[in-house]
């Protein structure tokens, strides 16, 4: 069973930083896309950063590019977001999710808050 367990969120004030983890488990994911989406209040979800788990290609929404930076751990079978240079519009409950492609994703993670706020 395929298990995605994101930890990290809080409340972080504009420009602050913080590290999302994704702790996944239940197969190997050599070939698989893993990636980060976040889903803000009343907004649909959108794509945030994915990253091939086998080579370590990245992929970034042009909103958050600069900013923030994709991993992964492959000994630890952990992928990882760091965020910098927070904005208020960065607030919402972000995903970690696993695909064979870049825009089909098969798992999802339970989500994590991130708010940022004065």
């Known amino acids: 069973q395929v298990q995605l367990v994101e930890s990290g969120g809080g409340l972080v004030q504009p420009g602050g930083s913080l590290k999302l983890s994704c702790a996944a488990s239940g197969r190997t994911f050599g070939s698989y896309y893993m990636g980060w989406f976040r889903q803000a209040p009343g907004k649909e979800r959108e794509f945030v950063a994915a990253?091939?788990?086998?080579?370590?290609?990245?992929y970034y929404a042009e909103s958050v590019k600069g900013r923030f930076t994709i991993s992964r751990d492959n000994a630890k079978n952990t992928l990882y977001l760091q965020m910098n240079s927070l904005k208020p519009e960065d607030t919402a409950v972000y995903y970690c999710a696993a695909g064979l492609t870049t825009i089909a994703y098969d798992y999802w993670g339970q989500g994590t808050q991130v708010t940022v706020s004065s």
């Open positions: 990253i091939k788990w086998s080579g370590g290609r990245t």
